[in-house]
């Protein structure tokens, strides 16, 4: 998956200076109003970094002795936001103006976290044209053009429309919910024909859980396990009584509103009686999961039921499918009775490691997946995807604090950060925030810790992804500092700023410590306390070019063998882990779905193609270097099934009513393969707008095959893993994963039924109706 980092804002904070009169004369064609461009930030999607640009409105006037600049951000209603004024002084370069301000970025718990930094414009005109630079004076950025365009006429804000009336205001200004709403869903909880409460109340309910700012309703596993009843109308009035339900126990219980537990077992509660009711009226709802639900509360278990819908320490048994397919069956028999999912995360994660594209870690893990999937008789090559100027592998690092005290440090460098010549030990220095103090104190850096400003985003301290040193940073380097210290969010992130050449490797290692100690050891420098720290970080490059593949295979199709159900997963991760959760457990249950179908002796009409793409994390090179490989034949697939996200079970998917027959047979190979875990097909008839698919946070390569209209829809999962914790840091490892063992075993058997389902259907599965506008296949 992807790494999103933050948008940089910049807030302007009056600062008084004196243009020397003896340069005044220089300055005239900056007097007038601008409209002005500028980069305030970037985002990464996937190792794709696009600056953020916003617009404002530059107001330059002459003042004795000076120059003067109010400097205002249009919204996106091209309203101004409050002006801020700066005075200027004349450079060689042009008129600086110098400011405070606050870079504010979003940590993973939501909180913000706010930076001081301080803002140089650098501007110059000449006739109707502005030019320059904007630049955040620390480490971390670089600088930004500014462009604009000399202002005919003063900017006027647009007029915008009267504000709605209070009848039509959006759900934003409600209000707490009333006693009267409140007594009506504990009514509604109690009620007990479910059916007819949905039809007439489930709106409402809906509707006012989500206006209401004084109850919350927590995700939860069981509201998408709720999917596993067989019947449309039965799902809708089973989730309508969990919902009330458990809005119904945060009512009566508000001191138990923090417990999940107590939370949900409310809402089953609920649902097993609604479910009752349901069965008393037709046996036709009856369902094999709600089933064993009510078994589990009549043996006093239902809790510990509960606990297995996050997927942690399930267990998985052997159990025979249903399916009337006999190659189903065979699946279905081999994947509970011999599971084998966790084995091949154990080889990708704790025997390869942190698999980043360019690495011997990934090139090792490729090949072995091509020799693991020839010995179970499938064909499988390395097609070459691309190249990486320089070749990285990491080694262990540490870090430890000497004096005052002696403390272990909690620390993380990016991929492809230099190590330190052995163990070094030196004192901390507070780093410069600007370029100047850097130059006026550069005797005070040698054989030093540096700590610089701002937040750690996971990426390299000299370029998000590709590392270029700075103009603070060369200071640094010519100074002999032993490296610089950032502060980072814990866990911590660790992602990667490579060098383009061997020639610009790194030399300054790039140090991201835990927030806490970063800032104790901050207090003790103001507090004129030495502090001492020692760090050894083993890390070592080679060479390049270094050429990566993707990992192809097939089994091919008996009567339609150009037509391809397409399964994948990227097979790289950044490796400040060891890759466990994105993506090794994605590649573990796409390898041993096709495990199954090879041992199965599985011959579908259409072909199943298995691709374990290379790069994903620095922009999916490895997808599309196989779309544009595959050119020809990508008109040919007739889906992209991805796996790319938190481990647990798969328990659905998303598909449009047309495919309906088609995976109501998966459905079916899987009624009561688990006790607890279930699969069920969710109509979605709104057509999608592939454009978008590159620019959707959560986008993988599945994305490249949505661009060429191949159609890409998404499985869901149950379970509570906590992907944020683990995604992109530290954290990222087999033992975080190990308790979703079974879950993780289910989802490979629901990935291999779905691929053989699809690719022998008799049915024709049309793109028609999946895209608004699919671009075609080149």
């Known amino acids: 998956m992807h790494l999103l980092h933050p948008h940089l804002y910049a807030t302007c904070i009056l600062v008084a200076a004196t243009l020397p009169a003896t340069l005044y004369a220089q300055t005239p064609a900056l007097v007038g109003q601008w409209q002005f461009q500028t980069a305030t930030g970037t985002t990464t999607t996937n190792g794709v970094e696009v600056d953020l640009i916003d617009t404002g409105i530059l107001d330059i006037t002459e003042e004795q002795g000076g120059m003067r600049a109010t400097i205002a951000w249009l919204d996106e209603r091209g309203q101004l936001t409050p002006p801020r004024t700066v005075n200027g002084t004349v450079g060689p370069a042009g008129t600086v103006f110098r400011h405070g301000g606050k870079r504010v ?123 596993i009843a067989p019947r449309a109308a039965t799902r809708e009035a089973l989730r309508f009584q969990y919902l009330a339900s458990v809005m119904a126990f945060k009512i009566e219980h508000p001191d138990q509103t923090g417990q999940q537990s107590a939370s949900d077992l409310a809402g089953m509660q609920g649902v097993l009686h609604a479910y009752e009711t349901l069965l008393r009226q037709d046996s036709r709802y009856r369902s094999a999961k709600l089933d064993a639900a009510l078994a589990a509360r009549r043996q006093d278990r239902l809790p510990a039921f509960l606990a297995t819908l996050s997927g942690r320490n399930a267990g998985i048994e052997a159990a025979p499918s249903p399916s009337g397919d006999a190659t189903a069956r065979r699946i279905v028999a081999l994947g509970t009775s011999e599971p084998r999912a966790m084995d091949w995360l154990d080889i990708l994660s704790n025997r390869f490691g942190g698999r980043m594209a360019g690495s011997d870690a990934y090139t090792h893990a490729a090949q072995w997946a091509r020799m693991q999937l020839q010995q179970w008789g499938v064909q499988a090559e390395l097609e070459e995807a691309g190249q990486i100027p320089v070749g990285f592998n990491r080694g262990p690092w540490s870090g430890k604090m000497l004096a005052p005290q002696e403390q272990a440090l909690r620390m993380a460098t990016p991929a492809y950060t230099a190590g330190t010549r052995g163990v070094q030990q030196g004192l901390v220095t507070l780093g410069p925030a600007t370029l100047e103090e850097a130059l006026e104190r550069a005797a005070q850096f040698k054989g030093t810790w540096v700590l610089t400003g701002g937040e750690s985003g996971g990426g390299g301290r000299d370029g998000t992804t590709i590392h270029q040193p700075r103009a603070i940073t060369r200071v640094l380097m010519e100074a002999g500092a032993l490296g610089t210290i950032q502060s980072g969010e814990e866990p911590l992130y660790a992602a990667s700023a490579a060098p383009a050449t061997w020639a610009t490797l790194p030399t300054l290692p790039d140090i991201k410590l835990a927030a806490s100690q970063y800032a104790d050891i901050r207090q003790r420098l103001a507090r004129g306390v030495a502090v001492t720290l020692e760090f050894d970080i083993r890390n070592w490059f080679y060479p390049g070019p270094v050429t990566y593949h993707n990992v192809v295979a097939r089994i091919p199709g008996t009567e339609k063998p150009d037509e391809v159900v397409l399964i994948g997963a990227h097979l790289d991760s950044y ?181 053989y389902e699809v690719a022998n259907a008799p049915e024709e599965l049309s793109r028609k109706g999946y895209y608004r506008a699919a671009k075609a296949a080149q």
């Not at 930004?144 to 003063?154: A, I, S």
């Not at 698919?693 to 390569?701: E, I, L, P």
Request: net charge negative; no cysteine.
């Open 575 to 755: 490796d400040g882990g060891t890759g466990a959760a994105d993506n090794g457990g994605g590649v573990a249950t796409m390898l041993e779905a096709m495990r199954l179908l090879a041992l199965s002796e599985a011959k579908p009409r259409r072909s199943i193609m298995l691709v374990a793409f290379g790069a994903e994390e620095i922009g999916r090179k490895g997808a599309f270097a196989f779309a544009e490989r595959h050119a020809g034949e990508l008109k040919n697939i007739v889906m992209m099934l991805n796996r790319d996200g938190r481990p647990g079970a798969i328990d659905g998917i998303a598909i449009p009513s047309a495919w309906k027959p088609v995976f109501g047979r998966v459905e079916q190979a899987l009624q009561d393969v688990h006790p607890v875990f279930g699969f069920a097909a969710t109509i979605q008839d709104a057509l999608r707008d592939a454009s978008k698919a590159m620019n959707a946070w959560a986008g993988s390569d599945d994305a490249v095959f949505s661009l060429h209209g191949v159609p890409t829809p998404k499985f869901t999962v149950l379970g509570d893993f906590d992907y944020p914790r683990v995604h992109h840091t530290v954290l990222d490892t087999y033992e975080n994963v190990l308790p979703f063992s079974s879950a993780q075993q289910y989802s490979a058997i629901a990935i291999a039924l779905t691929a």
């Open 105 to 227: 970025s979003t940590g993973r718990n939501g909180k913000d976290i706010s930076t001081e930094v301080t803002i140089r414009w650098t501007l110059q005109a000449k006739g109707k044209v502005l030019s320059g630079e904007r630049l955040v004076e620390t480490d971390e950025n670089e600088p930004k053009p500014v462009n604009g365009t000399r202002l005919k006429e003063r900017y006027v804000p647009p007029t915008l429309p009267a504000a709605l009336p209070a009848a039509t205001a959006d759900s934003a200004a409600r209000g707490p919910s009333t006693p009267a709403e409140r007594a009506r869903v504990v009514q509604m909880a109690a009620q007990h024909d479910p059916l007819a409460l949905q039809q007439r109340d489930g709106a409402w309910l809906s509707a006012w859980i989500d206006d209401i700012p004084d109850l919350t309703l927590e995700a939860s596993a069981l509201d998408g396990w709720l999917n």
